[in-house]
């Protein structure tokens, strides 16, 4: 079995990665002319984000053909350079799989538009009210009703996303069978990782309207989602134990995720789950500004790590992807504290019971970009909010602050390669603007500088494959009730890890709980840290501390 708890992901979000061929746009040919920076770094998997054909309303999560390159982003033989490229270099490929809907451009939409009976059971219709209302209350997540009325057909169709996502009706076997062939085809291309695309959405219960929310409660962790990925693992990915999967969990539960994700339980290898970035959300209320709350974010982070550890069951741990706000200018410092901060930041991820996961440009720290004018903003789900935000009243300027913190653009930002002109992303015009501040964050400058923000998250890694603690040690908290020290072990029979942390620019003082005597330290983010009990911690300082038995 391929050993997925020493691995760690890269996700290349590839159309803001490196553009080879000089369109603003990047591309397939751009990843394996860059593969050799991420065989540096040490990943072991590139996710790349969907890349088939699409009119792009979502960023190609709206996918009109599972089994095509887009051409606006290469073509098949371009695929299969990289993936024999990335071979050579000891890398796979984790394809993206958006099973939950199609767009509405697919061919399979487009036959049950025109009524052709085979297919208009791929999809979900239900009648509105008989005064045009829709057929119950439940909101897209970005924004609006949920439901698009069809006047030809005089019936309406659920989108729990954009109305050109139309989701797909997985209680039909047929739409299951066709997602098998999907994997199939690309299981044949070799592709040996598969992200699901909010697959805990699938299996929709009852279609009632929500007196109490956003209509979430009666299809997420729906009541066949568990069957249908066992099917889905059986029939497809599942027969290949060298294959990982990873399912992307939208407001889900910890009971639930034990079954995703179970070593025994033949649904997923591993997932992702959100409530550690909702730390700075009302609720879940994502556009309002509030400091985050590091005692909550404690509470969730280990208590997934304890919970998931005691049902043996495999997290995905990260702090960034192309739908979150850059983690340094999240919970980390911009300014003079940047690079410790980055790297205490990469530190608490990588040192977790889980799989790491690397978002594209968060290995040099970058940051949010700042856009003042709604124009910069290509994000379907930004731009719908910032207009609901005016029609509740608000004023302009207050929308831009919660975009500039929120929006999922922040992420989006073309990959800072070097200080020239166009960043090393393109010779042409990017289709999101580069963060200006590329002349001093860049790969260029970091590569090759040992104390750089890229060569600790080499270490990182490095790490995971040298020290078996880090890949499957147990964790325990602690000190939970710190108020600015994030701290825990990692134990096997043989070693044991002791990771300490200061989350806030403000100095600490810290007595560690664990006996150090025989520790030394493995990793820090200033040169003169030291494995002792008594600690006076430095702004963001961030230490690994390791002893063998
Ligand atoms: O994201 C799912 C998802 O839940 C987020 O889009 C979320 O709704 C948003 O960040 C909340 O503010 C996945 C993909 O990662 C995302 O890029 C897609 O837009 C979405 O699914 C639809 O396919």
Same mark, same amino acid.
């Given at each position: 079995m391929y050993d997925f708890h020493k691995s760690v992901v890269y996700q290349c979000y590839f159309k803001s990665f490196y553009d080879s061929n000089g369109d603003g746009v990047g591309?397939?040919? &751009?990843?394996?002319?860059?593969?050799?920076?991420?065989?540096?770094?040490?990943?072991?998997?590139?996710?790349?984000?969907?890349?088939?054909?699409?009119?792009?309303? +979502?960023?190609?999560? +709206?996918?009109?053909?599972?089994?095509?390159?887009?051409?606006?982003? #290469?073509?098949?033989?371009?695929?299969?350079?990289?993936?024999?490229?990335?071979?050579?270099? &000891?890398?796979?490929?984790?394809?993206?799989?958006?099973?939950?809907?199609?767009?509405?451009?697919?061919?399979?939409?487009?036959?049950?538009?025109?009524?052709?009976?085979?297919?208009?059971?791929?999809?979900?219709w239900r009648e509105g009210g008989p005064d045009g209302t829709p057929p119950n209350n439940w909101e897209s997540k970005f924004g609006g009703n949920a439901w698009q009325y069809v006047p030809e057909k005089g019936n309406w169709y659920l989108h729990l996303?954009?109305?050109?996502?139309?989701?797909?009706?997985?209680?039909?076997?047929?739409?299951?069978?066709?997602?098998?062939?999907?994997?199939?085809?690309?299981? #044949?291309?070799?592709? @040996?990782?598969f992200r699901f695309d909010v697959v805990?959405?699938?299996?929709?219960?009852?279609?009632e309207s929500d007196d109490q929310g956003d209509g979430r409660r009666f299809y997420t962790d729906g009541p066949r989602v568990h069957e249908f990925l066992h099917e889905?693992?059986?029939?497809?990915?599942g027969t290949d134990a060298e294959i990982i999967t990873v399912g992307e969990m939208s407001s889900t539960s910890m009971e639930n995720c034990y079954k995703y994700a179970g070593a025994d339980t033949g649904e997923l290898s591993m997932v992702f789950s959100f409530h550690h970035l909702k730390v700075d959300f009302v609720g879940n209320e994502k556009w309002v500004l509030v400091p985050f709350d590091f005692q909550k974010l404690k509470n969730i982070l280990f208590s997934w790590q304890t919970g998931m550890s005691d049902h043996n069951a495999?997290?995905?741990?990260?702090?960034?992807?192309?739908?979150?706000?850059?983690?340094?200018?999240?919970? &980390?410092?911009? #300014?003079?504290?940047?690079?410790?901060?980055? @790297?205490?930041l990469g530190t608490v991820i990588h040192c977790l019971r889980g799989t790491p996961y690397v978002y594209q440009g968060e290995e040099i720290g970058m940051t949010n970009p700042g856009f003042t004018s709604l124009d910069q903003y290509r994000d379907v789900e930004s731009i719908n909010h910032f207009h609901i935000l005016r029609d509740r009243g608000l004023h302009e300027d207050s929308a831009y602050d919660i975009l500039r913190v929120h929006s999922r653009d922040n992420s989006r930002t073309p990959m800072q390669w070097d200080a020239s002109e166009g960043g090393g992303f393109s010779e042409a015009e990017p289709w999101i603007s580069m963060n200006?501040?590329?002349?001093?964050?860049?790969?260029?400058?970091?590569?090759?500088?040992? +104390?750089?923000?890229?060569?600790?998250?080499?270490?990182?890694i490095a790490l995971r494959k040298q020290y078996d603690v880090i890949a499957n040690g147990d964790f325990a908290p602690l000190d939970m009730a710190h108020p600015s020290v994030l701290a825990y072990t990692r134990r096997t029979d043989r070693e044991d890890l002791v990771v300490i942390n200061n989350f806030y620019r403000k100095e600490a003082d810290w007595t560690?709980?664990?006996?150090? +005597? #025989?520790?030394?330290?493995?990793?820090?983010?200033?040169?003169?840290?030291?494995?002792?009990?008594?600690?006076?911690?430095r702004p963001y300082e961030s230490l690994v501390l390791y002893r063998a038995n």
């Open positions: 591309d397939l040919r &751009g990843v394996t002319a860059k593969l050799d920076y991420l065989q540096k770094l040490g990943v072991d998997y590139i996710w790349l984000n969907p890349f088939f054909p699409s009119p792009q309303r +979502d960023n190609g999560y +709206d996918v009109a053909d599972y089994c095509a390159v887009d051409p606006r982003f #290469g073509t098949m033989a371009d695929f299969e350079e990289l993936s024999r490229e990335a071979e050579k270099r &000891g890398i796979r490929l984790m394809l993206d799989m958006v099973f939950n809907h199609t767009s509405t451009e697919h061919e399979w939409f487009q036959k049950a538009l025109a009524g052709d009976p085979d297919y208009e059971d791929y999809y979900i996303f954009d109305p050109t996502q139309a989701d797909l009706n997985w209680e039909n076997p047929r739409v299951r069978k066709e997602l098998q062939n999907v994997i199939r085809f690309w299981m #044949g291309k070799g592709v @040996k990782g805990n959405l699938i299996s929709k219960g009852s279609y889905l693992n059986e029939a497809t990915f495999w997290n995905a741990v990260f702090w960034c992807n192309h739908d979150q706000p850059r983690v340094v200018s999240r919970f &980390g410092d911009e #300014g003079e504290y940047w690079k410790p901060s980055a @790297k205490m200006p501040n590329h002349k001093t964050i860049n790969a260029a400058s970091q590569v090759d500088d040992p +104390d750089s923000i890229f060569a600790h998250y080499r270490k990182l560690c709980p664990v006996d150090l +005597d #025989g520790f030394t330290c493995l990793l820090s983010n200033y040169a003169d840290s030291r494995a002792e009990t008594k600690l006076h911690l």
